[in-house]
């Protein structure tokens, strides 16, 4: 059986989105959890085949810790899921008043940052998954609250305060990443998206324009472009470049080897376009 990694424990948003994976896909992979997303990304291709990662929120943008991983693998992006999101808050105590520590996960701040920065006189205590932060709350001996993912609110102890949303957008949605060995084959009967990288290590002039052209000449749509810094120098960059279409496709091949005469440019996965 086939082992696929991601963020645990079990009843994360990773976790969820995992497993609506596996069922759409009629697949029964052995789920194995990993306690930080860097952890989870390391061990595909080593001891999971395959796994599930977070990579872009509605309000928050990048997951820039995936994007780096993105940048060293040999790994292919193999398809994209879409999940809705909501937060609420559980406490151990009877009101907020009496709250001295919040645990929330370092994605999740930000998509409930109203919230948090409406609250005064708390610590603050970044997790790495949002389960983590309800079992902080449950290892905690004082007053205290955690940001979680809304189908733990009911399971949680009645007798306690609890805000059924705590989200800053009512839209709120992740996308997640499939990420396996293998590049996914052509389907010339389905809508993809291909995600590309350049690295541009010499920073020749033009890198942009040279890309744009090279796109817009074929008419390939450029859906999303996000730069990274290369960490070897302050402003330097590398481009994740996103556009419609597989990379099988004639146009599109001829505009990643026009790239590459210039840049170092590598396919990171053709994949299924989700349905926003
Ligand atoms: O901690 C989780 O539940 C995750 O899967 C990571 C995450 C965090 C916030 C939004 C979506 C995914």
């Known amino acids: 059986m086939s082992v696929v990694a991601t963020l645990g424990p079990k009843d994360t948003f990773s976790d969820m989105a995992t497993q609506r994976y596996l069922s759409a896909q009629g697949l029964s992979s052995k789920v194995s959890y990993f306690p930080t997303l860097k952890t989870a990304f390391n061990a595909i291709g080593n001891e999971a085949d395959w796994g599930?990662?977070?990579i872009e929120n509605l309000s928050e943008g990048y997951v820039q810790v995936v994007l780096d991983g993105l940048m060293a693998t040999d790994?292919?992006?193999?398809?994209?899921i879409l999940l809705p999101i909501k937060f609420a808050l559980v406490t151990n105590c009877q009101s907020l008043a009496e709250v001295r520590s919040l645990f929330v996960q370092?994605?999740?701040h930000g998509q409930c940052s109203e919230f948090i920065e409406s609250l005064?006189?708390?610590?603050?205590?970044?997790?790495?998954s949002n389960m983590e932060s309800l079992n902080s709350l449950e290892g905690s001996k004082?007053?205290?609250?955690?940001?979680?993912p809304q189908h733990v609110l009911n399971d949680w102890r009645s007798d306690c305060f609890k805000i059924d949303n705590v989200t800053d957008f009512a839209h709120n949605?992740?996308?997640?990443l499939v990420l396996g060995k293998y590049p996914q084959k052509i389907n010339p009967a389905l809508a993809y998206k291909t995600t590309l990288v350049v690295r541009d290590?010499?920073?020749?002039?033009?890198?942009?324009?040279?890309?744009?052209?090279?796109?817009s000449d074929r008419r390939i749509n450029m859906t999303s472009i996000m730069s990274r810094p290369t960490k070897s120098q302050l402003g330097k960059y590398h481009f994740f470049i996103d556009i419609e279409g597989h990379c099988e496709q004639a146009?599109?091949?001829?505009?990643?080897?026009?790239?590459?005469?210039?840049?170092q440019v590598k396919v990171l996965g053709s994949y299924q376009a989700a349905v926003v």
């Open 75 to 80: 790994l292919f992006i193999r398809d994209e």
């Open 142 to 148: 004082e007053p205290a609250a955690a940001v979680v």
């Open 251 to 263: 146009n599109i091949a001829a505009a990643i080897e026009q790239i590459n005469a210039s840049y």
């Open 52 to 54: 599930v990662l977070p």
């Open 201 to 215: 290590d010499h920073d020749k002039p033009g890198v942009l324009g040279s890309i744009v052209t090279a796109l």
């Open 173 to 176: 949605q992740t996308r997640f």
């Open 106 to 108: 370092f994605v999740a």
């Open 120 to 128: 005064q006189g708390i610590t603050i205590h970044n997790t790495q």
